[in-house]
């Protein structure tokens, strides 16, 4: 099995940057997919950015140009580094690691940003 904690949600003002990470921990699956996605309430869950073993990321156009996802060294981490943050990124932030078998689903950390 497969254990995702998220940490680095906050509260930033308009304009301001911050930085997630996802910690895996188990048996970690070559080939996966690792990605985040975000809640706000009463809306449904959206996918904000993946990226695979390889390399390849894929982003939600919202997102583009503004914020960026990467492995660990280790490829036992993630990291989602936002910039330009404005309101409407406000939510709740997931960490999901897919191998093809299952998906694991992190608790989540809380993104606020205040105009």
């Known amino acids: 099995q497969v254990q995702l904690v998220e940490s680095g949600g906050g509260l930033v003002q308009v304009g301001g940057s911050l930085r997630l990470s996802c910690a895996a921990s188990g048996v970690i699956v070559s080939g996966n997919v690792m990605s985040w996605y975000r809640q706000a309430p009463g809306k449904e869950r959206e996918l904000v950015a993946s990226i695979t073993s390889g390399g390849n990321t894929n982003y939600v156009d919202s997102v583009k140009g503004r914020f960026t996802i990467s492995r660990g060294n280790a490829k036992n981490t993630v990291y989602l580094q936002m910039n330009n943050l404005k309101p409407a990124d406000t939510g709740v932030y997931y960490c999901?690691?897919?191998?093809?078998?299952?998906?694991?689903w992190g608790q989540g950390t809380q993104v606020t940003v205040s105009s």
């Open positions: 999901k690691h897919a191998t093809g078998l299952r998906d694991y």
